[in-house]
């Protein structure tokens, strides 16, 4: 298995919206909406947090996994100063638990120790990838109503 990282382009937005709905499915299950309602509000929270990101991000990577050279997620990262910070990691579910986000993370983890900075993340505490990254070194370092923060330093 290799994987590999290009920066997103306009060509990949239909790609960008399958990955973002696939983190909304279990909730979308749950509405008494129609199909086109669905639709319709999966295109608008997209494009809310694709404006979002954008925005308050701009110099951020913004970049499609690669599995054997097919496209299977989005893996959003802002680099400063300060820290890194992990903006988004989603990886198809038919393409989860097969080492792909534990692979990204741990190159990122890697450069964050290279560059002497910690790595973070925004995570709902409902959201199963919290185990991932706690088996990876993270840790809950902030709390904010659903959300937890969680941060990698290397050990010293």
């Not at 290009?6 to 399958?18: C, H, I, K, P, V």
């Not at 820290?83 to 450069?111: F, K, N, W, Y």
Request: net charge negative; with cysteine.
């Amino acid at each position: 298995m290799t994987i590999t990282l290009r920066d997103a382009t306009a060509e990949d937005e239909g790609f960008l919206r399958q990955v973002y709905a696939c983190t909304r499915a279990e909730e979308m299950a749950l509405v008494p909406w129609t199909d086109e309602q669905r639709e319709a509000f999966l295109r608008f929270q997209f494009d809310a947090q694709d404006s979002y990101y954008r925005s308050q991000f701009p110099e951020a990577a913004y970049q499609i996994i690669l599995k054997d050279g097919a496209p299977v997620g989005r893996l959003y990262v802002y680099r400063n100063s300060t820290d890194m910070r992990i903006l988004d990691i989603t990886i198809l579910p038919e393409h989860r638990a097969a080492g792909v986000g534990t692979s990204l993370i741990r190159d990122l983890q890697a450069e964050a120790e290279e560059s002497n900075q910690p790595l973070n993340i925004w995570v709902e505490n409902f959201n199963r990838s919290q185990s991932l990254f706690k088996r990876l070194g993270f840790l809950i370092v902030q709390e904010e109503g659903y959300n937890n923060l969680l941060e990698y330093r290397a050990e010293t």
